[in-house]
């Protein structure tokens, strides 16, 4: 518990455990500035159960050592005056400003203000992160409570007046736009920075004024060149107008001209017409005689016909008959042929009969032969039972090999089955490396490079190198990667794990010197760490909750485990449950461990260096990015282990397959051998009964032979019997054929004479036809010209009709109107033919067809164009006009803004050089311009020189070390001190970068500045102080204690502690 004690020109004040209200107070009733604070009260809030302080009007200064509650003063002072958590910078819920285990906690402000001061409450609700206002406590809004803040010119947010511990370097970090802001806010009149505000607005609108304007008159200009060119094009459309006028007189004149040279058309094709219908008639009544001809000699020419065609069909019958007795005649002489044909075969049966005789003879002498000079058969019987025994064996052999060979193929395809599953295990394995390598290369490029290279360079190094931990660590369950994700930095889960300091080295200069990449790298101690053995058993903890430690939740190489548990002590930071998280207190307290993972959070517990207290800070845990995919190492080794053992199972195998292959050719090739021998054996047996079987065989066939003799002298006589019989019949068919010729002679000369005839006829007709033809083509060409004729003169009728319409139509008049006089008047002007109309028409369109573009909006655009320029030149003297009035107000606010700030500036840059004079450095405060025109870039800059041997340099967060922006920052701050219009200002920490010398002058300065009677108040916090400072009769000291034998708040009375010091006083003088 945090107590706040108070100080006061040699008086030491306590408060009490846990809560804390100072008494102390001057004698004379203290001068505090408008808008100053004159108490604060916390309950429940951060490190506070109860706490009220009364800081004095002038310097506060607020010492404590560090954890025990001073910037909780300050985080009190913020949210209490309508702060937002994120300018703190501690958290960014104000829920999480309530002291742990509370529900609700309190800040209670008060402000001094006349007639009677203004106390500010803010209830802070966890549940739902929401907070409630009161205002001299009664209910208000935030806003309410804004207005009265912004009222007393309290600006939490402006760090010129409260600057936060977090917050000390960020003012560095303050452009010198920011910084004028921030000044302008903090120290200049009301009206300043408002000047400055309506500067910039009124630059924007002159911006925007000016692209206005120019934008217009441009416009304008370009306006006016427009309507220069419709000018022209009103003329030329008016030019084009006569034109087109021309052109549609011409179009209505032209269809009477048609129309009229059609109508003369018309009466000579009439004239025609009557001279072909009389030709017509004539050719018609020349045609009949010849007509009357022709049709008697059509009759002559079809008698001829006939009596040609009767002849012709008995020509016809006696030609089949002598057909029918030649095919006779040809009949016989093809028995013949096959009489002489049968003959012949018998003849050549009757010689084969005998050449098979012969030959039969000869075999049958052959195979005796043969058979006497064959020995007789020995006894071959024992060599062929020699040889079926050793074929027995060998198939006996050959089965057992087969019977191998079969166990062995199925035990390898066994094997094989198994490498393909470990090899497809092995590739699931590979893909979540590969997965973790990727999130590297995504996350880290240069580590993920130097890995590649580390990979191709492994035997550069003496010992063993580990890739990054995020890649060599593997969780036994994927749940528990955020403890370990959390425990360990990400810059040691991207780190190189080195066994050897000097590999370690030589991969730094390559990795960072080299090949310029940022990589991290660690070194494993030189006695191992990774056995190392935990405080207590983890069944100790059981009962609150642990259920292991970090080590046991994950694998590694041997050097990356060595290392973490030196330098993170997996080994002994235990991992429990949300039941661990219910008697958190308990578990500290009981335990002591120094880390502690709950389900969801980390809690780390130390113990104060000052009061031997125990501290406690807990942080949620970060969701796990890196390890959710592991790789389970130990069934990897096994599966390698596993997949070798079986590559040399499947190479034995392979041998043994290859040698038993090679015993079963060896046996085939034998078996082969001893068939064949077997073979010739038993054939050896067999020759001699089976040339006893084919001679036998053969006699039988010759004594058939024998009998089947043919008799080729009756053969022979019994052909010339039957063909001396089928030549009779031969004789008498020539005979009746002689006759059947002779009368188709007679009969083919009775036609011949008649188609002489009917060829004369024909003649004749041929010529009447030819005659009739030529007549007839006349005729035709006659009629054919009459219709073309007629058909002519229907369309020039139609013609004269369809343009006489088409006339009137384009004249606009109807059937029973003139050519009014006015179009008669303007035709005669006019060209007389089609050739010269069509002519002059195609001129005119031409002419008016130079005229492109050109319509009746022209001259409507125009007219428009016109006035638009009238209302734009008008709009554009209204803008001018309003440019210049922007002109004036701008050149009145920057007089009212700019002379009162540079003076401003003048003023502060005097108090900040005189500080860094007596501090023996440099220091200049100016007003920054890049353009006088540009209000938004106006900026204060802060020049300083610590060393006499460097020139001035801006302050920037990159240039000076910490003690240097420091000692600017304090400097800056008491510059603006004295002429500060704020009514107080709080600097928490400030003086943590300075050495010694400095941080006794800026306390010298502190004091001084804000002591004096104008100053607003001011709060100053530090852990510590120098010795043999200098102090002020107006500063107020509050000391800030905790511990666990603190008084409580209402047991704490100055008074009656001075009393019974004087008491004790007075005793140890008797």
Known sequence: MAVVGKWDRGTCQLGASGSQRAVGRHAATPRFVEGSIVRIFMENFLTYDMCEVHPGPNLNMIVGANGTGKSSIVCAICLGLAGKPSFIGRADKVGLFVKQGCLKGVVEIELSKTPDNIIITREIQVVNNTSAWFINRKPATLKTVEEQIVALNIQVDNLCQFLPQDKVGEFAKLSKIELLEATEKSIGPPEMYQYHCELKNFREKERELENLCRDKTNSLEKMRQRVERYKQDVERYHERKRHLDLIEMLERKRPWVEYENVRQQHEEVKQSREQAKEELKNLKEMQNPVTKKIQETEECFKSLDMKIRDKAAEIKDSSQKCKQKQDALEMKEKQIEEINQALRMKKDEEMDRQRKIHNTHKMIEDWKNELSMMAACENLQPQIDAVNNELKKLQEERANIDSDISDLTAEKMNQEREKKRIIDRLEQLNNIMNMKEEKLKGRFRDTHCALMWLRKSKDKFKKEVCEPMMLEINMKDNRYAKYVENHISANDMRAFVFESQEDMEMFLVEMRDRQKLRVNAVCAPAVSCAESLPSRPIEELHRYGFFSYLRELFDAPHPVMSYLCSQYRVHDVPVGTEKTRNMIERVIQETRLKQIYTAEERYVVKVSAYTNLTLTTNTSLRVAQFLTSSVDTDERRQLENQQQDINNALKSLDMRLTTLFERQKHLERRDNELRHQKKELLETGNRRRQLESKIAMKYDSLRQLEQDAISLEKESQQANVKIKEINTQKARLVTELMHLIKNCVSLNMLKADLVLQSATVAAEKNRLESEFKAASAQLRAAEQQFRELDDRKRVLTENCKELLKKARQVCKLTADQHLPKEFQTAFQALPTTLEEIDAFLNEEKTRASCFTGLNASVVEEYHKQTQEIEQLTEYLEEKKNELDNYKKNISQVKERWLNPLKKLIEQINGKFSNFFSSMQCV????????????????????????????????????????????????????????????????????????????????????????????????????????????????????????????????????????????????????
């Open 923 to 1070: 220091g200049e405060v100016d007003l920054h311009v890049e353009n006088e025109e540009d209000y938004d870039k106006y900026g204060i800059r802060i020049r300083v020189k610590f060393h006499s041997s460097t020139e001035l340099h801006e302050l920037t967060p990159y240039h000076q070390s910490g003690g240097e922006k420091s000692v600017s920052t304090m400097l800056y701050l008491m510059a603006l001190q004295e002429l500060n219009r704020c009514p107080f200002r709080v600097v928490d920490e400030i003086n943590q970068g300075m050495d010694p010398m400095n941080e006794r002058r800026v306390f010298e300065m502190v004091v001084k500045t804000a002591c004096k009677e104008s100053t607003s108040q001011y709060f100053f916090i530090t852990p510590k102080l120098l010795q043999n400072l200098t102090y002020n009769d107006k500063m107020t000291v509050l000391f800030v204690y905790n511990g666990p034998f603190m008084l409580e708040s209402n047991k704490w009375n100055l008074k009656a502690f001075c009393r019974r010091r004087r008491r004790l006083g007075r005793m140890d003088e008797q």
